[in-house]
């Protein structure tokens, strides 16, 4: 049978929702505000996957990662996600001898999965799993933007010149999901003793030497 993986993200979930977040609370009521069209649009890759299934017996589902890190990544000041954003406007403040200014207060919550990770996870999804239920790919742990934000100027050494710009907003406070359903599914696999997860500190320093090695080549 054919098999088609896309690929949801958590913020698409709802924003009035009980703590944690699972693969069934996906369109029990609308999106934060700040995500609303982005949202709704992914929703959609949920409901086209649901009636390829049920009008033309096709193996079609979603997967739902967290917040995605690693090398490789897109770098940009201006459109670069949490982590891959951080990193380059660590490394530029410190080239300029500026502050490394943090946008928000630092208290909203994330979980971050490493694209290494990931990778490994959606291949598993596309060869061993086989549920027609959407699945959330995510670790467990949860971490503020401040303690990510200090974890890479503490890399570059440079935690003393950090500052938090709280004029911006901080969006979302936390989005936190549950990866229970992954984790039996890995086990009744047969994968959980193979797979774990790689620690926020080892996927961090990973990707900031990636990022200094590559700096003149990669996306930013």
């Known amino acids: 049978m054919r098999k088609l993986i896309s690929c949801l993200s958590t913020c698409i979930f709802p924003d009035k929702v009980k703590y944690p977040i699972s693969e ?3 369109h029990n009521g609308p999106p934060h505000d700040s995500n609303s069209g982005y949202a709704y649009a992914k929703r ?3 409901i ?3 009636a390829y299934r049920d009008e033309k017996n096709r193996n079609f589902i979603c997967i739902i990662p967290t917040n995605i890190y ?8 201006e459109d670069g996600h949490v982590i891959p954003a951080l990193i380059h406007r660590c490394f530029a403040s410190k080239e300029n001898g500026e502050p490394f200014s943090v946008k928000g207060t630092g208290k ?16 598993w999804a596309l060869f061993i799993y086989d549920e027609k239920k959407n699945i959330i790919l995510s670790p467990n742990t949860e ?13 570059f050494n440079y935690k003393d010149k950090m500052v938090f710009l709280t004029n911006y907003a901080d969006g979302q406070y936390k989005k936190t999901v549950d990866n229970s359903y992954l984790l039996k599914k890995l086990d009744e696999s047969k994968n959980g003793d193979k797979f774990k997860f790689t620690s926020i500190d080892k996927g961090l320093n990973e990707t900031i030497e990636w990022f200094i090695k590559n700096y003149n080549y990669c996306r930013k």
Do not use: T, V
């Open 143 to 155: 971490i503020s933007i401040g303690e990510i934000a200090e974890k890479i100027a503490e890399i």
């Open 24 to 26: 069934n609370d996906l």
């Open 70 to 77: 690693g090398k490789n990544d897109n770098f940009s000041l």
């Open 44 to 46: 959609l890759l949920d």
């Open 48 to 50: 086209h996957s649901k």
């Open 108 to 123: 909203p919550l994330r979980q971050f999965i490493y694209s290494e990770d990931l990778a490994k996870l959606i291949m």
